[in-house]
């Protein structure tokens, strides 16, 4: 099974419990560069920092929330696809804890190359295609097509941060726009329970 194969490249197979991990990257975009920060846990939890835009959104033990620096806290809603979306390499290393209902599309060509593609869905029913090597079975990148337009993301330059596989440079493009995402730090670790609430987090970055 092609996910099968994707997760022994990237050695989640080995972590035998709760995967966490913290990527936070310089994105350099048409308006300028700022920056992006992901916290995941495999149980669904997730937060997501824009510091130069404000933007703080994420999962939690009680659900998805959105930090309105004029309201207080709100209801994620519809930005969930927003955060889901930046979630990749959760989505890279365990699809399946993001994504249901795998379907092998065959063979497509990404970029020059030919891939493996895999279609998999959000619980409400929005899609994501998954593209991997059929040599190495790691991640190349996905569409995720629940974006309008659709946005195409690739992934590179895989290291070891251990005890996982994990790619430090991704391209995301919509439409005429292009964004690129250099992560200068990657780990993998506990992360405390209190980073997905909606609370600040003091410093910007806990201990992971």
Request: overall charge negative; hydrophobic content about 40%; proline content about 9%.
């Given at each position: ?11 989640v197979g080995t972590v035998p419990s709760l995967v966490q991990l913290l990527a936070d990257a310089s994105v350099r975009g048409p308006s300028g560069e700022f920056r992006t920060r992901i ?115 690739s992934v590179a330059d895989w290291v070891e941060h251990p005890p996982l596989l994990l790619f430090r440079a991704a391209t995301f493009r919509q439409g005429s726009e292009e964004f690129r ?28």
């Open positions: 099974m092609i996910l099968a194969a994707a997760e022994r490249a990237t050695r916290y995941s846990s495999s149980d669904g939890r997730v937060r997501m920092e824009q510091p130069v835009s404000g933007f703080v959104a994420g999962v939690g033990g009680s659900g998805g929330w959105r930090l309105d620096p004029s309201n207080g806290i709100d209801t994620m809603g519809p930005m969930l696809g927003f955060v889901r979306g930046h979630e990749l390499h959760m989505l890279a290393v365990m699809p399946r804890s993001r994504l249901e209902r795998p379907r092998y599309l065959g063979t497509r060509e990404v970029d020059g190359r030919s891939t493996l593609a895999v279609a998999m869905s959000r619980p409400n029913g929005d899609s994501l295609v998954a593209y991997f090597d059929p040599v190495d079975s790691l991640p190349v990148g996905f569409v995720i097509t629940w974006a309008d337009p659709h946005v195409e993301v995402y250099t992560y200068d730090s990657l780990r993998v670790g506990p992360i405390p329970d209190s980073v997905f609430e909606p609370l600040p987090v003091a410093g910007g970055t806990p201990d992971a």
